[in-house]
């Protein structure tokens, strides 16, 4: 079956890093998605990764390896606002969207 | 990046009426379009999917006379909550694609609310 596990609760500390790891099965891959979700909002596209290594943007990186189907979101510098939940989607081979229960990230100052 | 309006962001209807939630892709020709529903503290869980001018794929367990989609344009998707019920008050939302981004976009969402 398809399945994405990500951690369910993530704290840390304002102006620290934080790393948070998905792991997908899926039938087919075509890319791994990770979204931010503040409460009551919907989500908002961070990155997308489609080849294995480390893509940067800004205070936010993301890195996919193919052959250990992972992925991990790297958030530096955090503040306040970072604090959301991050949901990570992996897309199959039909182009579908598998979505991960999202990881909800507490900074604390 | 590109933007998707969804409409409205709040609803609170009674009991056994019909809610419509419409869902545009403005600047970008949206050939398909997903139809999540959120509950809270809870991820996505994708209801259905529809390609314009097709007509809508539905998940398993959700009930397709209940929750009538229509793609009838590349930019423009409704979702309509027929004779809605209290436990359909959920967090609605859509997301759109269009033929060569494989990246979706979402609207803002929709807080349907029965009473």
């Known amino acids: 079956g398809q399945n994405i596990d990500q951690p369910t609760e993530m704290t840390a500390t304002e102006g620290a890093i934080v790393q948070i790891n998905c792991t997908y099965q899926?039938?087919?891959?075509?890319?791994l998605f990770w979204y931010q979700q503040h409460a009551g909002e919907a989500p908002t596209f961070l990155s997308y990764n489609v080849l294995d290594g480390l893509e940067e943007k800004g205070r936010f990186s993301s890195f996919l390896s193919r052959s250990k189907g992972y992925s991990y979101l790297l958030l530096k510098e955090l503040q306040m606002k970072d604090s959301a939940s991050y949901l990570c989607?992996?897309?199959?081979?039909?182009?579908?969207?598998?979505w991960g229960a999202g990881t909800k990230l507490i900074i604390k100052p | 990046g590109a933007v998707v309006s969804q409409h409205p962001s709040r609803v609170i209807c009674k009991s056994g009426t019909s809610v419509k939630i419409e869902c545009r892709s403005l600047?970008?020709?949206?050939?398909?379009m997903f139809w999540y529903r959120q509950f809270p503290k809870q991820s996505l869980m994708l209801m259905a999917t529809?390609?314009?001018?097709?007509?809508?794929?539905?998940e398993q367990g959700v009930e397709k006379d209940k929750f009538l989609i229509n793609h009838a344009s590349l930019t423009l998707s409704t979702l309509t909550v027929t004779s809605a019920h209290p436990e359909d008050s959920s967090f609605y939302i859509c997301?759109?694609?269009?033929?060569?981004?494989?990246?979706?976009?979402f609207g803002q969402g929709t807080r349907l609310t029965v009473v």
């Open positions: 997301s759109a694609r269009d033929r060569t981004d494989t990246e979706a976009f």
């Open positions: 600047d970008f020709q949206a050939t398909t």
């Open positions: 989607a992996a897309m199959d081979s039909n182009y579908q969207l598998i």
């Open positions: 899926t039938s087919g891959f075509n890319g």
């Open positions: 529809s390609n314009e001018g097709s007509k809508a794929t539905y």
